[in-house]
Antibody, heavy 124, light 107 residues
Framework: QVTLKESGPALVKPTQTLTLTCTFSGFSLTTDGMRMTWIRQPPGKALEWLARIDWDDDKFYSPSLKTRLTISKDTSKNQVVLRMTNMDPADTATYYC????????????????WGQGILVTVSS | DIQMTQSPSTLSASVGDRVTITCRASESIRSWLAWYQQKPGKAPKLLIYKASTLESGVPSRFSGSGSGTDFTLTISSLQPDDFATYHCQQYGSNPYTFGQGTKLEIK
């Protein structure tokens, strides 16, 4: 059974660094083709793709946020971590981690399992 | 970045209705499009990928079509459980972008 769960602070102050952890089970990020992703959704707004990390440790970031984001993985703990620096009230959102649905075509990139999400509020 | 535009933003319909939601890409994404359903306070759920392939376990009343820049999600006969927000997502190129969502409301 595949599960994902995000953890981290619910409240951060402007300019602080946010660290979120996604702990998953039911699969391994060492499996060829496996990819994990962070996506966020500001209240009442659209989903926004943030970052991706692959089984081979390749990493990709949203161009608009690239300078502020770092994604990493700890395969021994089945965890993926997202760091976002210089937080701003505009970063207030629910942050989700999600798993790429395994597919023979490596370029396929849609998400079959999601965490429940964690609401992060940025306020002083 | 490829922009994804959904229409309408809100749709009011009744149980039993046939509804169609449209997603338009700012440039061709061939068939690299997915649809998700999201209920309040919940994570999105994958419905369709590759524009028209139904995810396992998704009812057959859901269908997707389109290629290039224009795509549709159709629900053939609305059920009470279908009232939710629907999102399209392109995976034709990085960054992977979503539409703004279509909220399906009970009329």
């Amino acid at each position: 059974q595949v599960t994902l769960k995000e953890s981290g602070p619910a409240l951060v102050k402007p300019t602080q660094t946010l660290t979120l952890t996604c702990t998953f089970s039911g699969f391994s990020l060492t499996t060829d083709g496996m990819r994990m992703t962070w996506i966020r959704q500001p209240p009442g707004k659209a989903l926004e793709w943030l970052a991706r990390i692959d089984w081979d440790d390749d990493k990709f970031y949203s161009p608009s946020l690239k300078t502020r984001l770092t994604i990493s993985k700890d395969t021994s703990k089945n965890q993926v971590v997202l760091r976002m620096t210089n937080m701003d009230p505009a970063d207030t959102a629910t942050y989700y981690c999600a798993r790429r649905k395994p597919s023979a075509r490596l370029a396929d990139y849609y998400f079959d399992y999601w965490g429940q999400g964690i609401l992060v509020t940025v306020s002083s | 970045d490829i922009q994804m535009t959904q229409s309408p933003s809100t749709l009011s319909a009744s149980v039993g209705d046939r509804v169609t939601i449209t997603c338009r890409a700012s440039e061709s994404i061939r068939s690299w499009l997915a649809w998700y359903q999201q209920k309040p306070g919940k994570a999105p759920k994958l419905l369709i990928y590759k524009a028209s392939t139904l995810e396992s376990g998704v009812p057959s009343r859901f269908s997707g079509s389109g290629s290039g820049t224009d795509f549709t999600l159709t629900i053939s006969s609305l059920q009470p459980d279908d009232f939710a927000t629907y999102h399209c997502q392109q995976y034709g190129s990085n960054p992977y972008t979503f539409g703004q969502g279509t909220k399906l409301e009970i009329k």
